[in-house]
């Protein structure tokens, strides 16, 4: 049973546009949420990840939102540039080790 | 510092064969896992392991196992190869720091099962 659902699975965007990726959640246990970014041919690498303690965290281009009562969380992709077009993974743990993934957002952003 | 390395890239076996992917890894983290990557699926977590002798199920185990004799490598063991083994298959270490948890994945080894 997918414990963490995504979506959409793939979203086109024109440059300089938001990118908007959405996740859900039904175990209130879990306590970490990250998102990764992988590339084809590659392993994902970790983007940036938020805590439930607060509701947002930017970095550079990339901001989670978290709604802790709706059990949702979305990552945003402000300006987004041709170089982000790839595959966006949500997951939650809870423990920050063994992570449960949504299934994946396929990102193409347009010249 | 080569980060996690894993071998082979790519595999083919025949269905019934077994098989051992190796991992290695050299930042001296205490947790390593494997995953699974399937199209539309996201990755599955197979095994992890806290640290040197202790290793533990993920969601999706059956057909694999796993042991970890020492910090550095983290071997994963096809016991006999089925077609549904068909995957891209992900090692990862973890660096815990101020309550960030940076999973470090390899290169991923392709394997394909007839």
């Known amino acids: 049973q997918q414990q963490v659902k995504q979506s959409p699975q793939s979203l086109i965007v024109q440059k300089g546009g938001i990118s908007i990726i959405n996740c859900a959640y039904e175990?209130?246990?879990?306590?970490?949420f990250p998102w990764y970014q992988q590339f084809p041919g590659k392993g994902p690498a970790l983007l940036i990840a938020?805590?439930?303690?607060?509701s947002e965290k930017k970095e550079g281009r990339f901001t989670i939102s978290f709604n802790k009562s709706a059990k949702q969380f979305s990552l945003h992709i402000m300006d987004s540039q041709p170089g982000d077009s790839a595959t966006y993974f949500c997951?939650?743990?809870?423990?920050?080790?063994?992570?449960?993934f949504g299934k994946g957002t396929s990102l193409l952003v347009t010249p | 510092n080569a980060g996690v390395t894993q071998t082979p890239k790519f595999q083919v076996l025949k269905t019934g064969q077994s098989m051992t992917l190796q991992c290695a890894q050299d930042?001296?983290?205490?947790?390593m896992s494997w995953y699974r990557q399937d199209p539309g699926m996201g990755l599955r977590l197979i095994h992890y392991?806290?640290?040197?002798?202790?290793?533990d199920q993920g969601e999706v185990p059956n057909g694999y196992n796993v042991s970890r004799s020492t910090t550095e490598d983290f071997p994963l063991r096809l016991l006999s190869a089925a077609p549904s083994q068909t995957s891209v298959y992900f090692c990862?270490?973890?660096?815990?720091?101020?309550?960030?948890?940076?999973?470090?994945f390899g290169p991923g080894t392709r394997l394909t099962v007839t």
């Open positions: 990862a270490s973890t660096e815990s720091d101020s309550g960030v948890y940076e999973q470090y």
């Open positions: 175990n209130t246990a879990f306590d970490y």
């Open positions: 938020i805590r439930p303690d607060v």
């Open positions: 997951a939650a743990s809870y423990s920050g080790y063994a992570l449960n």
């Open positions: 930042m001296n983290h205490e947790y």
């Open positions: 392991s806290v640290g040197a002798g202790i290793t």
